[in-house]
Every structure is written in structure tokens, then in C-alpha cells.
């Protein structure tokens, strides 16, 4: 499909999907988010994806929510009921939030290659993604706080799963910028590559080799951990004891131990 904010390219089992608004720095305006809802929905039901790499074209991954949207959102109010108006600003922002929700739940995993700036709804957008990795000139900001807001995407539920509580408290309150290394150091990106074009090297190359595996064992991966962070161990437990019970016999346990055995690579059904 073509798409008016994104571009989406799918090649071995990989979907590479690119914010696609540099001249404005990647910020997504309405129908950049309700693209990606549907870009991310799609890929979950396209049998041929298996991973999912999600980028920025041009200088930044993205500047966040675009300042077009946020005005319309600030027009919502002032005019006729006041009770209707916060109503609908409430369906607005549960909207935008079901986009981010749409990249979490999606059954691929989900590896997002951050280069530039990483502002605002961007942050609450990678912290919903399955793994996150850097250019060295990267940088993240939780900048809602200079704006007089609360994020309300995401960031303030999903970082403290990711970072130490303590520092997710810190990027919150004083929306200060947070280097690539220090992202390192803290846990929000797994590996920082030096420059943007070797990152979108090095996370292809880890997608791909995420694609070549089991793809009902990759999604039994995600929805195991996915439920493992907000339940207790035991239920963790219970839960993978039911799963295997249903998935655990299956053609790709067979695929993969023929292809252990006589010692070549695994080729898996979609």
C-alpha cells in the first residue's frame, strides 16, 4: 500500500517502516498517526513479516507529535459544552494512545533504529517497541514537561519498565536530553552503532536473523514477555505451562531438529 507519511518496504520476512516527513522533522501529524496504527496492524496480520524495523528518514527519527495536531487538540475546548468538549479531547488522546498500543501489540517483534532527535511522542513510540538501538548522535527527550504537560502517550508507563524507575523519574521532571551513551549505560538502547547508515545496517542484519527463526516461536517469545512484565512470576509460569501445552508440538519443532541434526539452517513456514 502507499502511504502519505510512511514508507514500507518488506524483504526476507522483514518490514523496514520509515517515518517519512523529514522536511519537518519526522513530527506526526494526524494522519501520520492513524497510518501507523494501520501500518502496524497490517504487518501483524501479514504472514510474510516476521520482524519489524521501525525508522526516520532524513536528519531525525522523529520530533514527535507535530504542532498541527496539537493546536487542533487545543481548540477542542472553549466552544459550546464544556462536558462534550473534554469528552472529546479524551477520545483524542485514547486514540493517539491506541496507535502506540497497536505497536506493542503486535505479534512481530519490533526493533526500532533511532538516529538524531527522539522527541516527545517519539519516546512514548520506541518505549512501546520490542528492542531499541542508536546512532551515536542520537538523543532522547521527555520534553512534554517544558511544553506544561503530562506525557500521555505512554512514556511515563512503559520507561520505568525499561530504565530504573529513578531515571525515568528524572528524563520526566527535568526533560533534559539523554545521549546515545548514556541511553547505553541506562538500559533504553541495547547497541549504539556510529553513525545512521551502519545503524540501519546492524538492525537489519539483527532482524533478519530474528526472521530466519521459528515465527510461532518468535510470537510465543512476545507474548510471553509482554505478559510476563505485568503479571507475577507465578502467573508468568502458569501462563507459558498453557501456551506450550497448545504450541509446543508443532511443524517448526520438527524443522528445527531435523536441521540440527543433519546440520544445516532451519527453513520455516510463514
Not at 33 to 57: C, H
Not at 177 to 193: F, P
Not at 211 to 221: H, N
Request: overall charge negative; charged content about 25%; glycine content about 6%.
Amino acid at each position: 500500500m502507499n502511504w502519505e507519511t510512511f514508507l514500507v518496504d518488506v524483504s526476507d520476512h522483514v518490514a523496514l517502516v520509515r517515518i517519512n516527513r523529514p522536511d519537518k522533522s519526522n513530527a506526526l501529524n494526524r494522519v501520520a498517526w492513524q497510518e501507523l496504527k494501520a501500518i502496524f496492524t497490517s504487518l501483524d496480520e501479514n504472514e510474510e513479516v516476521r520482524a519489524i524495523v521501525l525508522s526516520g528518514e532524513g536528519k531525525h527519527f522523529s520530533s514527535g507529535i507535530d504542532l498541527s495536531l496539537l493546536m487542533e487538540v487545543g481548540q477542542m475546548t472553549g466552544k459550546g459544552d464544556e462536558g462534550r468538549n473534554r469528552e472529546r479531547l479524551r477520545r483524542v488522546i485514547l486514540d493517539l494512545q491506541a496507535t502506540i498500543n497497536a505497536i506493542e501489540v503486535c505479534r512481530k517483534p519490533v526493533l526500532a533504529a533511532i538516529h538524531g532527535a527522539c522527541i516527545g511522542g517519539a519516546v512514548d513510540i520506541v518505549a512501546a517497541c520490542d528492542m531499541r538501538y542508536c546512532s551515536a548522535e542520537a538523543y532522547f527527550t521527555v520534553k512534554e514537561i517544558d511544553m506544561g504537560m503530562v506525557a500521555d502517550l505512554g512514556s511515563l508507563q512503559r520507561l520505568p519498565r525499561i530504565i530504573s524507575e529513578g531515571m525515568a523519574r528524572e528524563m520526566a521532571f527535568t526533560g533534559r536530553k539523554v545521549g546515545a551513551e548514556e541511553a547505553l549505560r541506562i538500559g533504553l538502547v541495547n547497541r549504539v552503532s556510529p553513525d545512521s547508515e551502519s545503524l540501519r545496517t546492524d538492525v537489519m542484519d539483527i532482524a533478519r536473523s530474528i526472521a530466519a527463526k521459528s515465527p510461532l516461536s518468535t510470537r510465543g517469545i512476545k507474548e510471553m514477555m509482554n505478559y510476563a512484565r505485568d503479571h507475577s512470576v507465578a502467573d508468568g509460569l502458569n501462563y507459558i505451562a498453557t501456551w506450550n501445552a497448545a504450541m509446543l508440538v508443532s511443524e517448526d519443532l520438527m524443522t528445527a531438529f531435523q536441521a540440527s541434526m543433519s546440520k544445516q539452517e532451519p527453513k520455516f513456514k510463514n
